[in-house]
């Protein structure tokens, strides 16, 4: 599927162009699978993550079917709507449409919280052909009477998982009972979970399954190693690793909102240009580091778990954990963030002796060890062999432990076969 190509998928020449000027060579699975079911109008549930290529796979065809059957929209009705679970995501997915879309001259608007509502108002008083929405913020404007949804044509949801864990159910219920009855409806998600089957189920008609397992092989594509390190030392670790200036775009993780902001404070003392996103900076504040990140004006993005949900940056180089995560599925969702469709990218755990109880739940989760790098200045005993304290053999494999004043000790390949990169690329 992998070799199918986009001319195959009868896409529209404005649309087939913008896909040819982002430099798409070949559909993606999830959108070969999605594509043509979706050109034929029938409902579709996929399951997929954020990094298969996902967007495209929904905005394409609706893209085709708005400019094919083009016409004037009511004011403050929108032709499709697209329901995402955080306004990063909804962000992203606009950009995307008006990517794709950039030769159709088809109207788009956004519609979140956490900003002014007038500019939002205003964008749909005449009506759009898509709008892209967070539940809370829809659900205030339809009550307000500022956004009709009697005219859409096609609803998506997207990562409904995630919109359940939020606990959006209620929300997503009244802006279903909002749509008219006879719609196209698309629904993602990266897991089908019985909720997701049972919400599907009351939303779509006669949907075609779609599955993707990105989780496995966008994690196959990631270099991942391990560095033990006391907790005390995590900070020069981390400087020590920012040397190395392959390490072009890196997205750190902590796992508290503090740790976020201490650790830029800390990286900006010793002049590494670095921002923070998490739930307590205003949105215009998260928008604004992204955006720097994204234009490469700042090398390093920290963020928590759930500030980076629904982050979608090109060409992250590196993913570095500075802490472990406690849940281990938030450990596939951060690696995944780098490796975006089809590149390769690098992810660095640091694990203290207190996180060897996390390393292990990963582990069992990815039925394999993460190998363990052991060249580095503050490689720490104590919390490599702490996994024997938990009375655990440890799949840790160690893959390198070679000279530590070797210049080039970060640039090691971590020992996977066919796997040569180091740190950098
Ligand atoms: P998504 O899963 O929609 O978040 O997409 C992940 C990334 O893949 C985005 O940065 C897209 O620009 C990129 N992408 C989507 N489709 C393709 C494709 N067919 N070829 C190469 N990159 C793609």
Redesign the pocket.
Known sequence: MQNQSFDELSLSAPIFRAVKA?G?????PI?AAAIPHLLTGRDLIGCAQ???????AFALPILQRLSAGRRNVQPRCARALVLTPTRELAAQVGV?FKTYGRYLGLTHALVFGGVGQHPQVKAMSRGVDVLVATPGRLLDLMNQRHVKLSEVEVFVLDEADRMLDMGFLPDIKKVIAALPARRQTLLFSATMAPEIMKLAEGMLTDPVKVAVSPPASTVERVDERVLFVDEGNKRALLSELLKDPEIDRALVFTRTKHGANRLVKQLGQSTVEARAIHGNKSQTARMAALEDFRAGRCRVLVATDIAARGI?V?RITHVINYDLPNEPESYVHRIGRTA???AGGVAISFCGADERLFLRDIERLLKRPVPVCEDHPYHSPRAASAERALGKSGGAKIVSARNRHNPNRFKRAAGRPGKKRGWSR
Request: glycine share 16%.
């Open positions: 982002e798409y060579e070949h559909p993606t959108q954020t990094g298969t290529g996902k967007t495209a995307s979608d090109d975006r469709a089809g």
